[in-house]
């Protein structure tokens, strides 16, 4: 077996957390799940294979007697790397980046996605950063090419406030801070920083015409967590439609806040723009109520899908 000729010598026990994949080893390109289902389980003479496969490896959890559950995925997987040889298309660690950075997750989803995988999984390094077998967790998130799936429709939101660009992003604008509408108490409450999804020439317009929007402090009708301290704010003026990877409850934003949890809100995570809505006024935008629908259609959906997602990850 691939995983026991590739184990280095130091190597007496190990369990490893890995997806066996169809591959085709003459392309050097992975299969889809419906090829590997093909593949004879029982019984089966070497020689009568006709679907390869390859191990990914992405996880270790135990190692040389000893349990690795309860530290970090740092920690874990520079043992993996330490434990075992990589052999193409046969045993392989699964490709990976370490970044906080939205825009490069965004890239490096839209390269899994065009080596036909369906997504990415996201998980903590350093900080809540352990094991917990059978158990979802918020410290790791499933990624599709799909956003929002689950969610069905997108979100129109409103930019309220503006975080300096750096970088090859000085002179314009960074990110920005969006909020949905609370028709009840008639507020805008924030539910995302958001940064990806805009071309060079959309960024240098959107910051050029907010910047007519400038106002000295927060209006007394916005709601937002004491963390967040944007470098401007606006006057609220235009809707964006935004589409996301995940709703998750948050300490930090106010959207829809006490609906669901009694001191905290609803943010998205990933968000990404799709385009600006010119035919909405900022009142017309995605409201805190239907936030809070969307949250629980997700939560009813990821339920329903568990064991899917159990079994299939690619």
Not at 46 to 63: E, G, M, Q, R, T
Not at 130 to 143: G, I
Not at 152 to 166: C, K, Q, T, Y
Request: aromatic share 10%.
């Amino acid at each position: 077996m691939s995983v026991n000729r590739l184990k280095k010598a130091s190597v007496s026990s190990f369990i490893l957390d890995c997806e066996i994949v169809a591959y085709d080893r003459e392309t050097k390109e992975l299969l889809s799940f419906q090829t590997l289902s093909t593949r004879a389980r029982k019984k089966v003479e070497i020689k009568d294979i006709k679907v390869n496969v390859c191990i990914y490896a992405f996880d270790l959890l135990y190692l040389n007697g000893q349990e690795l559950l309860q530290e970090n995925l740092r920690v874990r997987r520079e043992h993996l790397y330490a434990s075992f040889e990589e052999e193409p298309g046969f045993f392989q660690f699964a490709t990976a980046i370490t970044s906080n950075d939205v825009e490069e997750i965004q890239n490096f989803l839209d390269q899994a996605v065009g080596a036909s995988c369906e997504g990415l999984i996201i998980k903590t390094l350093n900080e809540d950063a352990t094991y917990e077998p059978a158990k979802r967790s918020l410290n790791w998130l499933k990624l599709k090419k799909d956003y929002m799936d689950n969610l069905g429709d997108s979100l129109d939101l409103v930019p309220i406030a503006a975080f300096h660009g750096r970088g090859k992003r000085t002179g314009v604008y960074g990110a920005f801070l969006l909020a949905c509408y609370d028709n009840n108490n008639e507020e805008f409450q924030s539910i995302c920083k958001i940064g990806t999804g805009f071309s060079e020439s959309v960024l240098a317009e959107r910051s050029a015409t907010l910047r007519s929007k400038v106002i000295s402090k927060p209006k007394s009708y916005y709601r937002f967590g004491e963390t967040i301290n944007p470098d401007v704010w606006f006057e609220a003026s235009e809707v964006w439609e935004v589409k996301a990877a995940d709703l998750t409850i948050s300490p930090v934003h106010r959207a829809a806040a006490g609906i669901l949890d009694p001191n905290k809100g609803i943010s998205l995570r990933f968000p990404r723009l799709l385009r600006v809505r010119h035919d909405k006024a900022p009142e017309q935008a995605t409201s805190s109520e239907q936030v809070a629908e969307m949250y629980k259609a997700q939560k009813h959906n990821q339920a329903n899908n568990q064991d899917d997602d159990d079994e299939e990850d690619y």
